[in-house]
Structure formats: structure tokens, C-alpha cells
């Protein structure tokens, strides 16, 4: 009896490590490349490789007074998401904590040149109050000192459009347009390859893993 005793303390003991990996793991990945997401298209009479969704172009301008388009962006990796800065309650939450993959990202840079290139994009869904000055004001609050963080506006139709062209959920209602509180990750090709929720910090890690997937994944083409 005493030896079956001893039998499953030295199973808990073996067992349990495996059950905490198992638990801290959930909310990751392990693969060798990120998925695409959004309808996938294949070329009609074309033995030629699926063509994926792609985020539709736009035209908004920054808190420089910048007008940014997909040309704007270039071939670079970016994170979306969507806000508006009289928001007291999720909005700062979510970009404080995108904040943070920002601030590590300048942070890489100096050692790697390809992070100093990620490129973060905010869309006001309140453009009738977030014009220029408001989100150049509002983009300070986050110790944005360049062009990397981008705080986008246009019209309501616009920003409406760009949530649509993201696969959001957003919706106009009582003249406002309501938004979702993720957060993308768009590829060199403007290919959706990652959705993240933006108050969740095990999401966030994800994020910044993905974040460096994607990057190896481009500098393998």
C-alpha cells in the first residue's frame, strides 16, 4: 500500500510540471508560419497558388497631417487596430498594451533594423472629434516619437470602410461607429496573418511572437 502511495506522489510529480507547461502554453502557437485569414480565392482555369485576402487600400491622414495610403506603408509589417481618444475605459487599456510591443520594438531595433520598420496603425472611429491636433495630442500620451505609430483619421464613411476592409466587426449606430477592441497583424503583402485580443496580456506575447515568425518567414523569401 505504502509503495502505491510512493507510486502516485512520484507520478504527481512528474505529471504536474507537464499540466503547468500545458496551461501556460494555451494562447500560443508553435508553427513554422502564421496562418492567412480572410477568404481565400483561387485563381479560375489556374493551377497557380491560392490568392489570399488582402487588406483594401485607404486614404486617412495621420496626427502629422499626413495623407497614408497602402503606398504610404510600402512593404512593410504592420499592426491594426481601432479607437478614439475621448475613450476613458478600453481604449487607453488596449494602447497601453500595444504601447508595450511598440516600446520593444524600438527597443530591437538597435540591434535589428527590420523591427525599427514595424509600423503600428490606429484608426480613430470618432473623426468628427479626433482631427489632427487632437491625435497628435493624443499620440503623445504614448511617447510617440516618430512615424512608426500612426493615429489615423477621415471621414466616417472612410473609417467605417477601413474597419470593413480589416473583417472587424464595426457598425454605425446613432452616428458613432462602434469597434472592436482587437488587434491585427498585417504582412508585407497586406495579407491578414494574425487577430489578437488587445486588453489580453497573454495575447499580447503571442503578438510579439508572432511578430518575429512573420519577420523570419519574410527574410526566408
Not at 485569414?37 to 483594401?56: C, M
Not at 467605417?160 to 469597434?179: C, M, R, W
Not at 485580443?197 to 515568425?213: A, F, M, N, S, W
Amino acid at each position: 500500500m505504502k509503495n502505491k502511495k510512493s507510486f502516485f506522489i512520484a507520478l504527481g510529480l512528474l505529471v504536474a510540471p507537464i499540466l503547468v507547461y500545458w496551461v501556460l502554453s494555451l494562447g500560443t502557437h508553435t508553427y513554422a508560419t502564421l496562418p492567412y485569414y480572410g477568404e481565400r480565392i483561387p485563381p479560375e482555369g489556374s493551377n497557380k497558388d491560392t490568392i489570399y485576402y488582402t487588406v483594401p487600400d485607404f486614404k486617412l491622414v495621420s496626427q502629422f497631417g499626413d495623407t497614408v495610403t497602402h503606398e504610404t506603408i510600402g512593404k512593410r509589417i504592420y499592426i491594426a487596430n481601432f479607437f478614439f481618444a475621448r475613450c476613458k475605459d478600453v481604449c487607453p487599456k488596449m494602447n497601453a498594451k500595444v504601447e508595450t510591443v511598440y516600446a520593444k520594438c524600438n527597443e530591437l531595433a538597435a540591434q535589428k533594423k527590420e523591427y525599427g520598420e514595424i509600423l503600428f496603425v490606429s484608426h480613430s472611429v470618432d473623426p468628427d472629434n479626433d482631427s489632427v491636433p487632437v491625435l497628435a495630442y493624443y499620440a503623445e500620451r504614448f511617447g510617440v516619437k516618430n512615424k512608426n505609430w500612426l493615429f489615423l483619421t477621415g471621414s466616417k464613411e472612410a473609417m467605417f470602410n477601413a474597419g470593413q476592409g480589416y473583417l472587424l466587426p464595426v457598425s454605425i449606430e446613432d452616428k458613432t461607429i462602434d469597434h472592436s477592441q482587437q488587434l491585427l497583424l498585417i504582412d508585407r503583402d497586406k495579407h491578414i496573418r494574425g487577430i489578437y485580443d488587445g486588453l489580453d496580456d497573454t495575447q499580447i506575447k503571442r503578438l510579439r511572437e508572432d511578430i518575429d515568425v512573420l519577420l523570419n518567414e519574410h527574410n526566408k523569401k
